[in-house]
């Protein structure tokens, strides 16, 4: 196991995980290598991943989390003092939070969640259906409830680690710019930004695993929770929306109520393709499924620098798995009904990588591309039951429990709000090779060349010139 910054830690109170799928079964090594003899209880809808508890000799309850009884399973299950991190899918992330609180229980999750069956509600508006929606239920509630124990969401590998890597990002474009000096609050971040010239943030991500055993027909087939990927990809796809975009895109809408920052698109993310780059993959056309670091990252670095307004465009460019892909495909032939069979390749991956990051666009010097680039070798090296995919969720899982246990009255805080150098030296062990990558490509690279295209050429960094379809 990889050592990680900070050493070992000491918690008296019961580790309980909810959710036991490739995420929370590939948490176990971490947690087993960095508390100090660690209770830990495991409470999940299925008997998935049972070996794995057993292997590290873990309480392992089987019971499904409703909304008419979610609280009764977590009273016999969590106590004052323990850490609940919440991995589920379908299972409301804001009530169980509330419960957290009043239990005065730490909390982090990965994800905004609603109660099963909400994503694919046709009752309800677009909108409601939206990250920005869900995303707004949390901050409202923030605001009314004040602090309280520390509840960190959103805090996996994107949203998570990505919002991180855009600050350290600022910093290695800075120096490359001559600019010294180091942001000390969201002002001065929201500064450097506009000074440098961001007009455009990727959540730039390729992955290349793959298994020896093909997709078949009816099956979907993904490195990290199919449920989980198939829920946000039927999700309105969305971006958070910079001001120097001269247009809104066809298709779009601004949010009706809460944050300025992001706006929807009239139809799923699955169905929506961009242009981007990542240093091993190159150009390459990546999905923008709708993620809640688009929109935190976009409303963080929202702000007025010498009387303007300014805001980076953000999203996610997203290239899975190709076995993923061709699920996709099948699922958007299917009118997104899901296939009837999951599988989820950890142990049967035969190589490839997981190269997750972003790409800041704008400044006069090129591009940066800044993240992990991580093997399916050097993942199983740093910690069994996992795949590069789940590691570099689970590594910032496990960073973000280390910073709230140390700061446990912080009340509820998203990743951007947390110090980005001490959760990437946190994870750093577990990210295989960190890449720094300078470009000079921009989405008009290589267009109207078989065929006359529509594009900005007076300014690449326009929404319309990135997008596909």
């Known amino acids: 196991m990889a050592d990680l910054a900070?050493?070992?830690?000491?918690?008296?109170?019961?580790?309980?995980?909810?959710?036991?799928?490739?995420i929370g079964s590939g948490l176990m090594p971490l947690l087993f290598d960095r508390f100090v003899e660690p209770r830990v209880r495991v409470v999940t809808s299925d008997d998935r991943n049972l070996e794995i508890a057993q292997e590290y000799g873990v309480e392992h309850h089987v019971e499904e989390i409703t909304k008419a009884n979610y609280a009764d399973v977590l009273e016999r299950h969590v106590s004052q003092g323990d850490?609940?991190?919440?991995?589920?899918?379908d299972v409301d992330s804001l009530d169980v939070m509330k419960w957290c609180a009043a239990a005065g229980v730490l909390y982090i999750d990965t994800v905004i969640e609603p109660?099963?069956?909400?994503?694919?509600?046709?009752?309800l508006p677009v909108y409601e259906r939206s990250n920005s929606f869900?995303?707004?239920?949390?901050?409202?509630?923030?605001?009314?409830?004040?602090?309280?124990?520390?509840a960190i969401v959103a805090h996996g590998a994107n949203p998570g680690l990505v919002n991180h890597f855009v600050k350290d990002a600022l910093l290695q474009i800075a120096a490359e710019n001559g600019v010294g000096g180091h942001p000390g609050d969201r002002g001065g971040w929201i500064a450097l930004a506009r000074r440098l010239g961001i007009k455009v943030v990727h959540v730039a991500e390729r992955d290349t695993q793959r298994s020896a055993t093909p997709k078949e027909r009816g099956e979907f087939v993904n490195t990290w929770s199919v449920d989980g990927f198939v829920s946000e990809g039927c999700q309105p796809s969305e971006l958070g929306w910079g001001t120097h975009e001269k247009a809104m895109p066809p298709g779009a809408h601004t949010n009706?109520?809460?944050s300025e920052a992001a706006i929807y698109l009239d139809q799923p993310g699955v169905m929506t393709r961009v242009r981007s780059w990542t240093p091993d993959e190159g150009p390459m056309h990546g999905w923008i499924i709708t993620h809640n670091e688009s929109i935190s990252i976009a409303d963080y670095f929202s702000g007025e620098v010498d009387g303007e307004r300014y805001r980076p465009t953000v999203h996610y460019a997203y290239h899975p798995c190709d076995a993923a892909?061709?699920?996709?495909?099948?699922?958007?032939?299917r009118n997104y009904v899901p296939q009837e069979r999951h599988r989820i390749i950890v142990d049967e991956v035969i190589d490839g990588v997981d190269e997750l990051g972003v790409l800041?666009?704008?400044?006069?010097?090129?591009?940066?591309?800044?993240?992990?680039n991580l093997s399916i070798e050097e993942a199983r090296e740093a910690a069994p039951h996992n795949n590069a995919t789940s590691l570099q969720v689970v590594a910032p899982v496990l960073a973000g429990m280390f910073w709230a246990i140390?700061?446990?009255?912080a009340g509820i805080l998203e990743a951007d709000e947390l110090p980005h150098d001490v959760i990437i030296d946190g994870c750093r062990p577990y990210l295989g090779r960190m890449v720094s990558a300078w470009t000079d490509w921009t989405p008009l690279e290589g267009r109207g060349v078989l065929f006359a295209e529509e594009v900005d050429s007076s300014d690449p960094w326009q929404f319309g010139n990135f997008r596909v379809s």
């Open 134 to 150: 869900l995303r707004q239920r949390v901050i409202d509630h923030r605001s009314a409830a004040g602090r309280g124990p520390t």
């Open 256 to 258: 009706p109520d809460g």
């Open 115 to 123: 109660w099963a069956g909400y994503y694919t509600d046709e009752r």
């Open 6 to 22: 900070g050493g070992v830690k000491a918690f008296p109170g019961n580790i309980v995980v909810l959710g036991f799928g490739s």
């Open 83 to 89: 850490f609940l991190v919440n991995l589920t899918v």
């Open 360 to 372: 800041l666009m704008g400044n006069e010097k090129g591009s940066l591309w800044y993240g992990s």
């Open 406 to 409: 140390d700061n446990p009255a």
């Open 325 to 333: 892909v061709n699920s996709i495909h099948e699922l958007a032939g």
